[in-house]
Nanobody
Framework: QVQLVESGGGLVQPGGSLTLSCAAS????????MSWYRQAPGKERELVAA????????NYEDSVKGRFTISRDNARNTVYLQMNSLKPEDTAVYYC????????????WGQGTQVTVSS
């Protein structure tokens, strides 16, 4: 059974930090590029950060560059999103997304975790 389980969301004050985790199971994690998306109320889902299956390359949405860091541990089948200097506009549901980039198609979504930045 394929699962992507996000954790680490919550309420944080502006300027604070959170680390999101996404634990994968039921598929060959190292075959998949991983991404974090977010969706704020009334807005479309947007890509926040992505990392290749080997972890050698990353990319970020402009508004989070220098504040967020995506990383992965293929031995633990987990991808992380370290979020620093959080702003109220970072408030959203954050989703983990897996896209197969080796050996054929495949994609999976997590169920999401809420991040709220507010004083």
């Amino acid at each position: 059974q394929v699962q992507l389980v996000e954790s680490g969301g919550g309420l944080v004050q502006p300027g604070g930090s959170l680390t999101l985790s996404c634990a994968a199971s039921g598929f060959a994690f190292s075959f998949y590029a991983m991404s974090w998306y977010r969706q704020a109320p009334g807005k479309e889902r947007e890509l926040v950060a992505a990392i290749t299956r080997t972890g050698t390359s990353t990319n970020y949405e402009d508004s989070v560059k220098g504040r967020f860091t995506i990383s992965r541990d293929n031995a633990r089948n987990t991808v992380y999103l370290q979020m620093n200097s959080l702003k109220p506009e970072d408030t959203a549901v954050y989703y983990c997304y897996a896209r197969r980039t080796l050996g054929g198609p495949g994609e999976y979504w997590g169920q999401g975790t809420q991040v709220t930045v507010s004083s």
